[in-house]
């Protein structure tokens, strides 16, 4: 029974659930995002578990990466504040359970508690998308058909080209 002994093992699910909490926090917007990152080295900077950060990058510095990927016009900035104000809100929400969530001590917790903090970071995580697909589809809808294969080259997560029944 060494694993009960542990240090590291005791510790494990309290990193564990800051680690979700950043990969939730960052997976918001870093998969759509990685086509605008790929010409541009991410600013390195010190590691951090806030989910504000990611990869040294700060929620203003994704949404100052997602407005130029989408090439944003003067005329759709109104929309695209909408956008911001739902990336801030959610890495403001995401901060906020991973601040209350530091408080108890990993050691303390279980394998249940484990797993409903996972649950929580993950309800955030859908909370999060459903609040920027609601901001995000206001901005979708006012862009032109161009501007709009734009977004969709940004947002494909998938790696590959639409099938010739999708577009």
Known sequence: ??????????????????????LLGATMLAAPLAAAWAAD?????????????????TVEQRITNLHAALKITAEEETQWNGVAQAMRENATAMDKLV?????????????????????????????????LISAFGTLYNAMPDAQKKVADGVFNTTGHEPSPTHG
Do not use: C, W
């Open 1 to 22: 029974m060494p694993f009960l002994t542990n240090p590291i093992a005791r510790r494990a699910p309290f990193v564990r659930s800051v680690a979700i909490a950043g």
């Open 41 to 57: 080295a991410p600013v390195k900077t010190a590691a951090t578990t806030d989910a504000t950060q990611t990869k040294g990058e």
């Open 99 to 131: 601040a209350e969530k530091r408080t108890s001590p990993p050691q303390n917790m279980s394998a249940v508690e484990d797993l409903k903090t996972y649950q929580l970071f993950a309800q955030a995580h859908v909370d999060g998308l459903k609040n």
